[in-house]
């Protein structure tokens, strides 16, 4: 792997020695500067003591001895104030020879840590991890850089299979190490070498297992087209956007959770302006993603834009509280799908959407024993029912939910089973489409032409 250093500070500061003029230069201006300066000062000592003289009686004429004792005084200062600016002149030499000796130093680090990470046995990877964490910590200007490297060595082909032939020995070790160490560095915010400003890119990453709770990222982290197999990564309870940095992003979008895999942001909570994208995610073979217990702040955004949830591969947000959106526009539920929201609060304008989204073959939403309180929303916008089923059973509406050019097809299911509609809430039918599906209305009124 090769890997360029970068400076995020602009050229000029990468100088470590200072920009000085030449002494072939320097030296004859200086004698020329102070020969003008005695000649100025001489003049002017002389002036004044003869217009002193003169205005005496008798009039006397003026010493020259004091003239040119008080121009020795006066160039003595000027000699002393050279003598600090030459003095100044080599304690900046001294400095840029001691941050030069420093990047060279931190430099030669890089290298043996980047060729440690190339090695062929584990235990030197190892060492590698730790030795780029360490100059992470102690080069704030390359930090980002480290990261970048630790980012890459994770995104490297991996096989988790001990019996496939790509598998290597000792590297599920080293990259879950690489894990750890990076959930370790955005748990303090207010750490001095703390990672939570910084970007982290996982693209394309295979990932069996991993824990990233507690984490604050206010940076970008990426998992495009990333997939996770087998164990759960982690995010529980940690944040995404934050009070001073806001605008956050954690993005999974093209990721593939399958094979009992599992993406947890269980009691994570999604700041204003933080966001959180699957879109066009795949979830299947009991794959699951979870955000129960989390929370959505206002104007937070989790999305499922064209996501794929089958074979029981599943969405969670049960017990949440919700009070920015969450999207599952043209997400497609089927063969044993699921996305749940049971016991889900929508507060303050929080909202889902299911816009052209469909659920088929056994696919399932469910919104069981979920609140939406007054500003809240639940939408089925041009959502279509095919041998699926949505469960709003013993919801409680204070808010409204909307059917908006749905489509409800036979072998489909719609329940609203003890469900409680309060003074304040509404549910609004606009050109609904029923044909064949099964409805349990419950408490909630039949639109007309529906039967």
């Known amino acids: 792997m090769a890997f360029q250093l970068r400076r995020r500070q602009p ?22 500067l102070v020969g003008a300066v005695s000649y100025l000062i001489y003049q002017g000592v002389y002036d004044l003591l003869a217009h002193a003289a003169s205005s005496q009686k008798p009039r006397k004429s003026v010493d020259v001895n004091d003239v040119i004792k008080t121009t020795v005084t006066a160039l003595t ?175 999974f979008d093209g990721a593939t959770v399958t094979d009992g895999g599992a993406v947890n942001f269980e009691s994570a909570v999604v700041r204003s302006d933080g966001t959180i994208t699957f879109d066009h995610a795949v979830v299947s073979n009991e794959g699951a993603v979870t955000f129960n217990g989390a929370e959505v702040k206002a104007n937070g955004w989790v999305s499922f834009g064209d ?34 929201f049971n016991g889900t609060e929508f507060r303050d304008r929080g909202h889902v959407v299911f816009e052209h989204t469909v659920a088929s073959s056994g696919g399932t939403i469910s919104l069981e024993q979920t609140a939406v309180h007054a500003g809240g929303r639940v939408v089925f916008s041009h959502f279509v029912v095919n041998d699926g089923a949505i469960i709003l059973d013993r919801a409680t509406f204070s808010g409204v939910v909307i059917f908006d050019h749905a489509v409800l097809n036979d072998g489909g299911r719609v329940s609203f089973n003890d469900a409680e509609i309060t003074d304040d809430g509404r549910v609004i039918f606009d050109s609904l489409a029923v044909n064949g599906a099964q409805v349990v209305w419950g408490s909630v009124p039949r639109p007309a032409g529906v039967y």
């Open 11 to 32: 050229v000029s500061r990468g100088r470590y020695t200072p920009r000085l003029w030449s002494v072939w230069l320097v030296a004859p201006l200086t004698l020329m």
């Open 77 to 251: 200062l000027v000699g002393a104030v050279l003598a600090g600016i030459y003095a100044y002149r080599k304690q900046l030499l001294a400095e840029g020879d001691a941050h030069r000796a420093d990047a060279s130093q931190l430099a030669d680090r890089y290298t043996t840590a980047a060729e440690q990470l190339g090695h062929e046995q584990a235990a030197v990877r190892l060492a590698g991890v730790y030795a780029l964490a360490r100059l992470a910590d102690d080069w704030e200007e390359q930090r980002q850089v480290c990261i970048d490297v630790l980012c890459a060595y994770l995104r490297m082909p991996y096989e988790p299979d001990s019996d496939s032939e790509g598998h290597r020995s000792g590297e599920r070790d080293v990259r879950h190490t690489i894990i750890r160490v990076i959930r370790d560095h955005v748990r303090d915010v207010e750490h001095p070498a703390s990672w939570c400003d910084c970007d982290f890119d996982f693209t394309g990453a295979t990932f069996d297992g991993g824990d990233f709770s507690w984490g604050h990222f206010r940076g970008r982290v990426t998992f495009d087209d990333a997939t996770f197999r087998g164990r759960e990564v982690s995010f529980r309870s940690s944040t995404v956007g934050g009070p001073t940095f806001l605008g956050g992003k954690v993005s």
């Open 307 to 340: 996501a794929a949830f089958s074979r029981s591969g599943q969405a969670s947000f049960n017990h949440a509280k919700l009070c920015g959106r969450v999207s599952f526009e043209r997400a497609v539920v089927a063969n044993h799908g699921k996305v749940n």
